[in-house]
């Protein structure tokens, strides 16, 4: 499987940790979300091309902007997830997400969601062009740098991600002393305050390593000039002045150094 797509599907994993926060009501467009993706259909029926079907007919109903948000995103996972599947050719895929993500970023969304977004486009877009060379170098990396930007603007001044707290395990809870379960509801608590205050800046974090990931890797695509002079004209013209574009220069070179990479004159 290819790297870019292995990211992705790690930031996807990443995404899908349900941060402990106080529970609401969920509003109807998510109920109704919630159901279609839920529903058991018969085996004759593909069940995604159904799903994607299902979420089309309610974004027409869909009034609010925000709901609309919603239900974008659950396309865009819908069909992001896809992996290998003869009703979703790559090329489908591809273009699907483009398009999606694309109707999505025009919308309200939550920062999660944001990043999900930002990391979809950028994936069908790698996925796109990556065989046709470096001439679209530009053009895969425009959305990633977005994406990072995003980010960036969201992470709090936090340089590196924490490693979360363990959560207790247990098999039966009546087989184990009063002391025992103690323990485990001490842990479980300390385990969703941790999330409650770090788990947002924790996906975050995930997300701008693979950004950066991403970004290294297409400079270091097959054996093209050197072309950081390229990247750090690109990068300021998104980022600004953020130091983050010198580290990325460096890592670069780095990478182009173990790789043994030799540049065209």
Known sequence: MNKFIISSI??????????????REPSPIEKEIRRIRSVKYPANIHRKS??????????????????KGKIYVELVHTIFSSGFDRFY??????????????????LPLGTIDACLIYNAKSDAIMSKYRELGSTNRVEMVIPVLQGLKFVL????????????????TYSYLGTLSADKIAEIDRKEKE???WWEAAGLQY??????ETFIERIVEVY?????????????????SILGNHP?????????????AELGVVLEP
């Open 10 to 23: 790690l930031v996807l994993f990443f995404a899908a940790v349900i941060l402990p926060a106080t529970e």
């Open 191 to 193: 385990y969703e305050d």
């Open 153 to 168: 603007d969201h992470i709090k001044n936090t340089t590196s991600r924490q490693k979360p707290p363990e959560r207790p």
């Open 89 to 106: 050719p790559k090329g489908v895929q591809d273009n699907k997400m483009l398009n999606y993500s694309s109707e999505a970023l025009k």
């Open 220 to 236: 270091c695509y097959k054996t093209p000039p050197d072309t950081t002079g390229e990247l750090d004209k690109l990068a300021h």
């Open 50 to 67: 159904q799903v994607e079907t299902n979420l089309l007919a309610l974004l027409k109903t869909a009034q609010r902007p925000e709901d």
């Open 203 to 208: 996906h975050l974090l995930s997300y701008k």
């Open 244 to 256: 983050i574009i010198s580290e990325m220069i460096s890592k670069i070179k780095q990478r182009r």
